[in-house]
């Protein structure tokens, strides 16, 4: 009998907290401690355990693979969170806010070594392979990245340029989990790659969601405050789509709020006029269209997996629980 | 016939030259091209290949586990060149200040995925073991960075602290290059202890001779201005020595020095100063005693290996050219 999502979610979070790593030097081991316990989802080593289940591996055998998975993305955080100048991660200070960019590096640093050192670690077939996706991926992370803090200056950032940067930064992670856990689990090449494309697919799909639900999310339910990304001006799916379609008046509206400085605003206004140029351009629709054909996409690579249907389910259900958020 | 450190530096070097990147995106790849051009004694990995040669291995086998850790070392460089503030390596314009912060960071981590993805590659024996000895030597080079910041600012750092760090810092990732290119060539675990002391003890003898230097070089031989580590207040073996022997007027008088405020004394007046209070005290002698020490051990380990006499004369000489450096 395979373990709900749940139930892994819990077993990943209690072998994180059993992770050793040394006492010495403080300010090095202290803030790896930290960040791994500011808790999360828990979703990129719960993918990595269900590939394993649905090849029949426990989820114990594979837990080692797991946490590499998860101390790698928690170290992209950390780095990432230097870059962003962000003060809180998960309501908590930052590991640079509360220590020092310095040490957050350096213990980002270690936390990536870490995460090889788990994977080595981890019994399993085709060793080598699950390796290599995972270095590749961790290559692409970066390049994400990269991409991501390219954008914030450019001028003109396509959508699919927008497409690319984002299965990079966020996609390419979720279809490496499952990879490395069904290749550990001596899944066929085939198989591999249909499950690494359903996690990429389904990646980008919720990406794209989250662009949409931070402007029309359910405030009470979705429990943020609407509209952080039209007053950072950030490079959505949503604002690159009104970009590229808007003309004449719309066009010299929307460029008349990217271009006012923060502080000469009401805030409230800006959110509320945006979002009537989205509505009048029909960007949530495009946006909506675009997630729902890459969710198909996803389930067509699901699909594709040869093996029973029945132990497809729970990634289907996650998969639909996914795309379920409110909005 | 085994090569010579001379062709061993140059055939790296033309590796190193020959390594591919992606073109895109260019603000990721290009400071790691950038980094890896600037040059240096390649000596990690000419001490990789050195190991393979002394077990039969020709370089070109062992390439990729020597480039990894040339790689390696460059992406520690450019993470403790962004801590230390550090405007040039080498001659040239550090990646931190020719681009951003941000940009040395992410083209760090990229590095560092690559350094692992290099020693994947290299095909020899006992590849888990070598990657394990890459691993935790990673680790150890991190704990060394964090220890050496820790000192900046900590009001007594004790000599086998200091020595413990740059054991930490330095020593252990040439101890490290000669155990992953002897354990890729089969050698026993014996042998690849014994080399791995070697190299440690090594490392740390020339980092003292280091601290020497600094204080004691012919400035024209050694074309570096005398005295950097004195004008900084660095906690180096002689600074830790000198404090911890003076007493009276000594102590008073070194105190007052490492007191002063930059740019409220004469900077030529501090060095001949302090550099009189190391006299006084046999900073020096104590410092000689101690490299010698080392170094006598690192030639202890090297004998320990049970191998010809003959193979070991390579590293025997490489040992023997490093630390006849100009004093």
């Known amino acids: 009998m395979n373990q709900s999502v749940a139930e892994l979610q819990q077993e990943v979070e209690s072998a994180l907290s059993e992770l050793e ?42 837990m080692p693979a797991a946490l590499a998975v998860e101390v790698f993305h928690n170290f992209t955080l950390l780095h990432d969170d230097i870059m962003d100048k962000a003060p809180l991660r998960r309501g908590n200070p930052t590991v640079h806010e509360r220590w020092s960019s310095d040490i957050a590096i350096l213990s980002g640093d270690a936390m990536f070594v870490k995460s090889v050192q788990l994977l080595m670690a981890c019994k399993g077939e085709n060793h080598a392979v699950a390796m290599e996706v995972f270095l590749q991926t961790a290559l692409e992370v970066c390049e994400g990245q990269q991409y991501d803090m390219d954008f914030q200056t450019e001028e003109e950032v396509s959508i699919d340029r927008y497409l690319d940067m984002i299965r990079l930064k966020t996609a390419v992670l979720l279809g490496g989990s499952l990879a490395i856990g069904a290749t550990l689990s001596g899944a066929s090449k085939e198989a591999v790659n249909h499950l690494y494309d359903f996690g990429v697919n389904l990646g980008v799909a919720f990406q794209l969601q989250d662009d949409i639900l931070d402007v029309y999310a359910d405030q009470a339910k979705f429990g943020k405050q609407a509209g952080g990304d039209i007053l950072a ?76 249907a029945e132990k497809k389910l729970p990634l289907r259900e996650l998969a639909d629980f996914l795309m379920a958020r409110e909005n």
């Not at 591996?57 to 594979?62: F, H, N, Q, T, V």
């Open 21 to 62: 790593f040394p006492q010495s030097p403080v300010r090095l081991y202290e803030p790896i401690r930290y960040m791994l316990g500011l808790g999360g989802k828990r979703m990129r080593p719960v993918l990595v355990l269900m590939a394993g289940q649905m090849f029949g591996r426990k989820p114990s055998d594979l």
């Open 233 to 308: 001006n950030k490079k959505t799916f949503l604002l690159l789509t009104a970009l590229s379609s808007a003309t004449g008046h719309e066009a010299s509206s929307l460029n008349h709020w990217l271009s006012q400085e923060e502080g000469s605003y009401d805030t409230g206004e800006k959110v509320q006029a945006v979002t009537q140029l989205y509505n009048t351009l029909g960007v949530r629709e495009q946006a909506l269209t675009k997630m729902e054909q890459l969710y198909s996409k996803a389930l067509q690579d699901l699909n594709a997996v040869d093996i029973q």
